[in-house]
């Protein structure tokens, strides 16, 4: 792994506290990052805003959906933000870089300033999801990989892996240590949502899904330890 895209949940932020951004967590995330930043692996970020606000959710509580979710893109600016923060207090350099027009918040985002900045040394985090309603976080992150070059997508989340069915809902669910697109598609397995999935298969980005939430596990997987599931 030379280039990485890695996806956080917006969700997970919430750490303990259960509700926003959780400093504690934040931090543990930057640690790590600037961990494997330190062994010269090339990083950008892309990180949801499920914390804050999803668009989807919204529409039952009489939201419109292209209002939501443009309320949900804004919210993974404010986790973006939060996360550059929290990086540069460990000493980590890194950008925000944003999909949509909101200087001087964030640099407008472009692929080729993305790479530059990364071979400079600087964690890039890609704010803003893809700028356009109707997508996830998750194909923001097959969309910036594709684009950008990168080995993989690291999705870090709450759960270790793909399981043969959700394994909050499932407890006898049993995890799958490496699985193809096509079986993840056909028996629609939900730990990412079909568009990115596809978007990854079409162009050969091989997905890794693990458990962001236990510290040390972002070196361990950059490090070639099979501790995820990995879709190719
Ligand atoms: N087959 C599956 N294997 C693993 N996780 C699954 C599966 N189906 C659904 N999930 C759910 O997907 C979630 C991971 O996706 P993530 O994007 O991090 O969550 P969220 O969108 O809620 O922030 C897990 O919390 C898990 O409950
Ligand atoms: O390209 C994008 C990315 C995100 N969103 C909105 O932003 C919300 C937060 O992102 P996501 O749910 O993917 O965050 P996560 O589940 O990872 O916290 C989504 O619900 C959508 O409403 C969007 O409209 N377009």
Request: charged share 20%; proline share 3%; net charge neutral.
């Amino acid at each position: 792994m030379k280039r990485i895209l890695l996806k956080l949940s917006g969700e997970s932020l919430q750490g303990e506290q259960g509700y926003g951004i959780c400093p504690v967590r934040l931090t543990q995330y930057a640690e790590q990052i600037k961990a494997v930043a330190g062994k010269g692996i090339e990083i950008s970020i892309v990180i949801g805003g499920g914390n804050i606000f999803r668009g989807l959710s919204g529409v039952g509580k009489g939201f419109d959906r292209v209002k939501g979710d443009q309320m949900g893109m804004l919210a993974t600016v404010i986790n973006s933000l939060g996360l550059q923060s929290a990086l540069e207090s460990v000493g980590q350099k890194s950008k925000v870089l944003t999909s949509i027009n909101m200087s001087p918040v964030g640099e407008i985002y472009q692929a080729a300033k993305a790479i530059e900045l990364m071979q400079a040394g600087v964690v890039v985090i890609i704010a803003g999801g893809t700028g356009n309603p109707f997508f996830t976080t998750d194909t923001a992150s097959a969309l910036r990989g594709v684009e950008i070059g990168a080995d993989v997508l690291l999705k870090g989340t709450r759960v270790d892996g793909i399981y043969t069915a959700d394994p909050e809902k499932e407890p006898t669910a049993t995890k799958f240590s490496t699985i193809s697109f096509t079986e993840v598609i056909e028996k629609r397995l939900k730990v990412m949502d079909l568009t990115a999935f596809t978007m990854c298969m079409e162009n050969h980005l091989p997905i890794m899904v693990f458990d962001m939430d236990t510290y040390g596990n972002l070196e361990k997987i950059t490090g070639g330890e099979e501790i995820g599931t990995i879709v190719k």
